[in-house]
């Protein structure tokens, strides 16, 4: 089991930048992926970034190409969404997920079997 806690969510204004930090604990060591996903009140959940945990390599859904990067601290467990240029259309809740293998392509919420409770993004204009 892996439990998961996302944090650095706040208000922020348009064009600037904000982290989002996602400490895992647990049973760390059997992820494949991590990703970070988003959703917006009255929208469908959408993916953000992901991370494949031994490659190092990234992807990003083409809404935040250019802006946001994700990353990670192997020592401390943890994945990270820097975003920059900031827009009011990024507010959200991100919620970052882990998931133990490759069943499905990593822009999928399928492919992750746990998740954290979220964190809100709000930028205003």
């Known amino acids: 089991q892996v439990q998961l806690v996302e944090s650095g969510g706040g208000l922020v204004q348009a064009g600037g930048s904000l982290r989002l930090s996602c400490a895992a604990s647990?049973?760390?060591?059997?992820?494949?992926?991590m990703g970070w996903f988003r959703q917006a009140p009255g929208k469908e959940r959408e993916f953000v970034a992901a991370?494949?945990?031994?490659?190092?390599?990234?992807y990003y859904g083409d809404s935040v190409k250019g802006r946001f990067t994700i990353s990670r601290d192997n020592a401390k467990n943890t994945v990270y969404l820097q975003m920059n240029s900031l827009k009011p259309e990024d507010t959200a809740v991100y919620y970052c997920?882990?998931?133990?293998?490759?069943?499905?392509?990593?822009?999928?919420?399928?492919?992750?079997?746990?998740w954290g409770l979220g964190t809100q993004v709000t930028v205003s204009s």
């Open positions: 997920g882990s998931g133990r293998y490759a069943t499905a392509s990593v822009r999928t919420e399928a492919e992750y079997d746990y």
């Open positions: 647990g049973r760390t060591s059997s992820s494949y992926a």
């Open positions: 991370l494949v945990w031994s490659s190092r390599v990234t």
